[in-house]
Every structure is written in structure tokens, then in C-alpha cells.
């Protein structure tokens, strides 16, 4: 009978009203688990996020690493060969000069012995040739430059034939080429 006393209106409203706390108590608790897990899953995708760009950032730095060793080794490759290039025309411009000193000597030689005794190279005595009409006779090598002028003109023609030849060959390296095997 004590419990048929608590039925009344107020007894209903009370159990009623406990039954809806109880109610939404259970939706709070599947609530609270939804959102733990929705959390853990939010936060394993932040965690994923800072790994990868972790990645991409060790990447582009190994990336750029590598490029400037890259540059590095193409620029000594670049000097080296440009160092080669240089010796090279270096030792060419030196053996013609040296070539073109010795012909010059030779021939300062044989035209002064030549001009001391002209049977020396073996040659005949020819009677000369009449001079054509109207016009004086010259003498043979007359309209020449003098041996040392002529030396000098030759070895700046032989310097500026390297120095030409080295520019074409400094500006064939490319520096953007991978090194040569």
C-alpha cells in the first residue's frame, strides 16, 4: 500500500521526470563516446598531417641540399674545364709564337747569307728581267714589311687567331651540363 500511496500525481511526475534525467543521461553517455572517438580520429588526422608536411619539408630541404651540391659540382667541373681550355690555348699560342720566331729566324738567316752570296742556295746567275714599260723596276721583296715588322704582325695575328679560338671554346661549355663520362 506505501507504494500505491507514492502513485499519485506528484509520485508520477517524479518518476516520470527521473525516468527522462535517465533518458538523457544514456544520451549524453552515447554522446560523449561519439565524440571521443570522432576526437581521437580528428587528432590521428592532425598527427598524420604534421608528419606529412614533416616530409615534404625534409624533402624540399634534401631537395635543395642536393641541388646546391649539384651546383657546386658543376661550377668546379665548369672552372676545370675552363682552366683545361685556357692551358690548352695557353700552350698552342706559345708553341705557334715559338714556331713563327724560329721560321722568322730561318728566314732572316737565308735572305742574309742569300744576300752575302747568291750562289750559296746553288742557284744559276740569271740576267734580270727588263722592267715593264712605263712603270720603275722594283726590286724584289721591295713592297714587303721589314722582318721585325713583319714578326711583330705575325705574332699578333697568332694571338688574336688563339684568343678568338679560346672564346669559341670558353663559350661552348655549358654550365647547366650534367659532367662528362
Known amino acids: 500500500m506505501s507504494f500505491l500511496r507514492l502513485l499519485n500525481v506528484q509520485g508520477i511526475a517524479g518518476i516520470a521526470a527521473s525516468l527522462a534525467l535517465l533518458a538523457l543521461l544514456l544520451v ?13 580520429q580528428f587528432e590521428q588526422l592532425y598527427r598524420d598531417g604534421q608528419t606529412s608536411f614533416a616530409q ?14 649539384a651546383d657546386r659540382a658543376a661550377a668546379q667541373r665548369v672552372r676545370a674545364d675552363q682552366a683545361a681550355i685556357s692551358q690548352r690555348s695557353q700552350n698552342a699560342l706559345e708553341a ?6 724560329a721560321r722568322a729566324d730561318r728566314l732572316r738567316v737565308e735572305t742574309s747569307g742569300a744576300a752575302a752570296d747568291p750562289r750559296r742556295r746553288g742557284a744559276a746567275v740569271v740576267p734580270g728581267v727588263p722592267a715593264a714599260a712605263g712603270g720603275p723596276a722594283q726590286a724584289s721583296g721591295q713592297d714587303r714589311l721589314p722582318a721585325r715588322d713583319a714578326l711583330i704582325a705575325t705574332e699578333q695575328a697568332i694571338q688574336l687567331d688563339e684568343l678568338i679560338r679560346w672564346v669559341r ?13
Open 28 to 40: 549524453q553517455k552515447i554522446e560523449t563516446r561519439h565524440w571521443r572517438k570522432q576526437s581521437s
Open 169 to 181: 671554346n670558353q663559350s661552348a661549355v655549358d654550365p647547366n651540363a650534367g659532367p662528362v663520362r
Open 56 to 69: 615534404t619539408v625534409a624533402g624540399y630541404r634534401a631537395a635543395a641540399d642536393a641541388a646546391r651540391a
Open 96 to 101: 705557334r709564337l715559338a714556331d713563327a720566331r
